[in-house]
């Protein structure tokens, strides 16, 4: 089934606009909470750290809802909006601080922080849901997924080329001031574009669902345990989401304190260009070497990237074509990552849907939003005990050995953890090649014959397991 021209790009804007907020917070709250309110790295760390424990529960919580929302405008629609304004509401006021200090402030930081990671997901979940619905058809599925993705990439362009200019510039001499101008703007655009989306792209009632049996939270359980690929899925997204997140946490400080070359923290950002544009090529080169060569690819030139830029800190720290380079690599590759994990995140779908007899998007697309906030709250642990081990002092001159513990966090672990990213995919997921093949044929025989619907829940209790690789 094809989507229409107008459908595909208003939901791509959509992601715009949230990816907004999210590259925002990911790219540069660790830097507001240490270097502009002087809360401790330790504390911060640790809040991101417990954040993500709370989100482990509500996350999929948010995902059971939705699957049993039942309206006459479906079950995304509503909750994206809702999401959508919660969220830039404390998004704003995460960045405001009321002139408080001391432990009121330490205290009002947390809660918003937390508050935002749980506002995020009744936004996020709904929008991700959503995508593998508007298509069943393999080829066209991977066309339309990697739009979304370009309009993130597109915003993590702008937010981190332009982000710190335009906080120095809206401040006025103060960054307190900067951040909290910049994001309301971000706000207002991130409704203006879910607005967008909301208005110009359809979606069937869920009203007819209503006999069905409601989804427990131990369905829930058994939703995500018993979908082996899903579980697979989990291991090589969070993984290399975990060395695109650390690199991303250090970056700031790797060109403030190791080259001594602040300004090119947004050239280097501004390389995520490349990123889309392995999100454009995606859908041929998977197409041409397959998509399992083309995510050995993917997680190959990530690690020529950081080698490269780890090279050149030692060599030419301030060389401006070396640092763009690097990050040109890197992101090539990040973009043809983002083209796999978004397919198959739709693959795993199906393959649930086969396995356990429903359809739970929601759910399964909560885990990818719990994961991709996993990744930003391990970041964030290691970026403020990281920064608190090697000995950081925030606005100084750095020590040797902060220096060198800097340039390891920023560009060895990553290497590590898109490693083990590929072990993962390699060794544990198995929806590639012949058994991916075989999978998007049983869906659709399955709901030629009505015997679920391609878009909805299957009958409850039905059990698909003769299916196998």
Known sequence: MKVPFKEKYAFGLGALGKDAVICFVGTFLAYYYTDVLYLTPAFVGALFFVARVWDAINDPMMGMIIDNTRTRHGKFRIWLVIGTLLNAVIFVLMFSTFGLSGNALYVYAAVMYILFGMTYTVMDVPYWSWLPNLTSDPEEREKVSVIPRIFASLAGLLIGTFGLQIVDRLGSGSQLQGFQKIAGFIAVLFIVLIAVTVLNVPEASTLEQKAMPKITLKKTIEVIKKNDQLMAFIG??????????????????????????????????????????????????????????????????????????????FVAPTNVVVAMASGVILKFGSGLSLGVTTVSIADCIDYGEMKLGTRNESIICSAQTFLMKSAQAVAGLLTGVGLSLVGYVPNVSQSASAIMGIRVLTCVVPIVFVVLSFMVYRKYYRLKGDALLQLSRRVAEKHEKGSGTAFGNGNEGTAYVEFEF
């Open 236 to 313: 090589l997204l969070l993984t290399f989401n975990l060395s695109m997140q650390i690199m991303n946490g250090f970056m700031i400080y790797y060109f403030k304190y190791v080259t001594g070359a602040e300004r090119l923290f947004s050239m280097f950002f501004f390389t995520i260009f490349a990123e889309m544009l392995g999100l454009m090529l995606f859908p041929k080169i998977s197409q041409k070497i397959s998509r399992e060569k083309t995510f050995a690819l993917a997680c190959t030139l990530p690690v020529v990237g950081l080698v490269l830029l780890l090279t050149a800190g």
